[in-house]
């Protein structure tokens, strides 16, 4: 007998260490883009956080159809910029 299954907790696992990074960038520009931080006013760093966000929550058309954003998958984004993940 042969059986097949899916690694659903490798899955979940792979997700929520994406979002965990993820997170952590974004405390990271974050925190040099505030007052205090080495990157304060940089107009680069507002650009590259605003497209990394943009790039992240943005629905592509070329992945198969249901799957096509990270809401899909249980990803969700937060008021905050970050995101949180429901297993």
């Known amino acids: ?8 907790s490798a899955a979940k696992e792979a997700v929520a260490g994406f ?3 993820y ?3 974004r405390d990271v520009v974050r925190a040099q ?3 205090k931080g080495a990157l304060a006013g940089d107009a680069m760093l507002r650009t ?3 497209s990394l966000a943009g790039r992240v929550l ?3 058309d070329a992945l198969a159809a249901g ?11 937060g008021r905050d910029g970050k995101l949180s993940f429901a297993a």
């Open 33 to 35: 883009g505030s007052a």
């Open 67 to 77: 799957m096509r954003s990270l809401n899909a998958a249980g990803i969700t984004g």
């Open 58 to 60: 943005a629905q592509d």
């Open 23 to 25: 997170n952590k960038v």
């Open 19 to 21: 979002v965990d990074a």
């Open 48 to 50: 590259v956080n605003g």
């Open 1 to 8: 007998t042969l059986t097949v299954e899916r690694f659903k």
